[in-house]
């Protein structure tokens, strides 16, 4: 009897942990790429890193990025669409709707903004950096 008992509490263990081993969510961020708050600058980023943006607050929250050299860069939404993302310099914005390969000129304080305005359950967005092999000088659109 006593095995018996023993053997239904094993099975039904077994059951909810193979029940509930899907249930946590994939983080977007790869562990072997850095990932920097938005909160403190960021200079001299390597040649692939991640953003995280506390977006539980409403309005714009910007990154400061300064880049070592003039390079080509990729640059994705990662999750969250509903995030509005852009780069901002002195005098003009560029809209990032989902993936987009800017260059960008080493030296310069670039603003990275993500803008929740209308979505209270939004909580953290990631966006990913990658720099590319293509002469930055040949190379269109840059900001």
């Keep these: 009897m006593k095995s018996?008992?023993?053997?239904?509490?094993?099975?039904?263990?077994?059951?909810?942990?193979?029940?509930?081993?899907?249930?946590?969510?994939?983080?977007p961020v790869d562990p072997q790429f850095p990932t920097y708050s938005y909160?403190?600058?960021i200079i001299n980023p390597p040649s692939e890193f991640e953003i995280?943006?506390?977006?539980?607050?409403?309005?714009i929250q910007p990154a400061y990025v300064t880049f070592e050299n003039d390079a080509v860069w990729v640059i994705s939404k990662?999750?969250?669409?509903?995030?509005?993302?852009?780069?901002?310099n002195d005098t003009s914005t560029y809209i990032i709707?989902?993936?987009?390969?800017?260059?960008?000129?080493g030296g310069y304080v670039y603003r990275f903004i993500a803008n929740n305005n209308n979505y209270p359950d939004l909580y953290n967005f990631f966006t990913h950096?990658?720099?590319?092999?293509?002469?930055?000088?040949?190379?269109?659109?840059?900001f």
């Design 4 to 27: 018996k008992i023993l053997y239904s509490a094993i099975v039904l263990l077994i059951s909810i942990s193979l029940l509930y081993s899907g249930c946590n969510p994939k983080n």
């Design 129 to 142: 950096f990658s720099k590319v092999s293509v002469d930055y000088n040949n190379f269109e659109p840059k």
């Design 52 to 59: 995280l943006y506390n977006m539980s607050l409403n309005g």
């Design 78 to 88: 990662l999750g969250e669409s509903r995030v509005s993302f852009a780069i901002a």
């Design 97 to 105: 709707e989902s993936v987009d390969t800017v260059g960008l000129k």
């Design 39 to 41: 909160i403190d600058p």
